[in-house]
């Protein structure tokens, strides 16, 4: 059985995206740069979503469905200057739209499962001291 496999790339949809002062050029598909000097630390910078209202947003979801039975791997594709980093947090949530669970990432790679009664999740990327980056891909891949 091949495992199943998804990549996650930084879409021109503004309202999930911190603008206050950045500057975001989009020079291809895979590579987004963003820079901005004044955001502080912490900040949630680009959300994803697995679950859309299409009537309000007019966007559809970019993030895959996934269950709680199964492992997943997940590998972060950014660039940065002063080798700062920055975080990936999953938002796990039920069918309510009540945070179920959480899971935060600091490098390039790591595995997890999400709660039983995840219904939807969201990802976020966290400006961990960065001031600019290049954003490639965001790969998400089913483990056995």
Same mark, same amino acid.
């Given at each position: 059985?091949? /495992?199943? @496999?998804? =990549?996650?790339?930084?879409?021109?949809?503004?309202?999930? =995206?911190?603008?206050? &002062? @950045?500057? +975001?050029?989009?020079?291809?598909? /895979?590579?987004?740069?963003?820079? %901005?000097?004044?955001?502080? $630390? &912490?900040?949630?910078?680009?959300?994803?979503? @697995?679950? =859309? %209202?299409?009537?309000?947003?007019? +966007?559809?979801?970019?993030? $895959?469905?996934?269950?709680?039975? @199964?492992?997943?791997?997940?590998?972060? /594709?950014?660039?940065?200057?002063?080798?700062?980093?920055?975080?990936?947090?999953?938002?796990?949530?039920?069918?309510?739209?009540?945070?179920?669970?959480?899971?935060? +990432?600091?490098?390039?790679?790591?595995?997890?499962?999400? $709660?039983?009664?995840?219904?939807?999740?969201?990802?976020?990327?966290? %400006?961990?001291?960065?001031?600019?980056?290049?954003?490639?891909?965001?790969?998400?891949?089913? +483990?056995?």
């Amino acid at each position: 059985m091949v /495992n199943a @496999s998804w =990549t996650i790339y930084w879409n021109e949809y503004s309202a999930d =995206t911190y603008l206050y &002062g @950045s500057e +975001i050029e989009y020079r291809a598909r /895979n590579d987004v740069h963003f820079k %901005n000097t004044l955001m502080p $630390p &912490g900040t949630v910078i680009k959300q994803w979503h @697995s679950l =859309t %209202n299409y009537q309000a947003q007019r +966007i559809e979801p970019t993030l $895959p469905m996934i269950d709680g039975e @199964s492992r997943y791997r997940i590998k972060i /594709n950014v660039e940065t200057p002063d080798k700062t980093g920055c975080l990936i947090r999953l938002v796990f949530l039920d069918r309510y739209e009540r945070e179920a669970g959480d899971f935060t +990432i600091r490098g390039d790679e790591a595995e997890f499962s999400c $709660p039983l009664k995840t219904y939807s999740y969201k990802m976020q990327l966290i %400006n961990a001291g960065m001031k600019e980056f290049t954003f490639h891909s965001v790969v998400i891949e089913e +483990i056995e």
